[in-house]
């Protein structure tokens, strides 16, 4: 079954921009366990939500998995795991965290449990419920 994603980033150190500029990238540095295990589990192909973190504090566009985990390159200890992703489109307009905090729809959603977590599953009903919101 399909799954989808989102992967967080401050947008002073990564931005959607800079990943639509690069054409793809490798999802490297992710130093948490729960956020690596969810690394693991994208499969080729799945969804993955790009959220500007800090500054922003919004989804702003859509990402695909076209490398499934594999050892990062960046870890020099330990067993850590890194995705590459192409970035698919932006959304029309960012999805902000406010507007996902007012959604009863999302009171669920990762986001709004785990804050913290880096990298996080998204439901198929959250997922279409933000591409809902991003066409108001």
């Known amino acids: ?68 985990a594999y050892r990062d390159p960046t870890a020099t200890e330990r067993d850590w795991s890194a995705v590459d992703l192409v970035p698919d489109k932006a959304l029309g307009r960012p999805v902000t965290l406010d507007e996902i905090k007012r959604n009863p729809r999302l009171k669920e959603m990762a986001l709004l449990r785990l804050s913290r977590l880096s990298v996080q599953p998204v439901t198929s009903a959250e997922f279409q419920e933000i591409l809902r919101m991003e066409k108001k």
């Open 1 to 68: 079954m399909k799954k989808f994603w989102l992967v967080k980033q401050e947008p002073s150190a990564y931005s959607w921009a800079d990943f639509v500029a690069d054409g793809k990238t490798a999802w490297t540095g992710v130093r948490n366990y729960t956020a690596r295990n969810n690394l693991r589990a994208m499969r080729n192909g799945e969804a993955v939500f790009f959220y500007h973190s800090v500054t922003e504090k919004a989804v702003v566009g859509i990402a695909k998995v076209i490398r499934e």
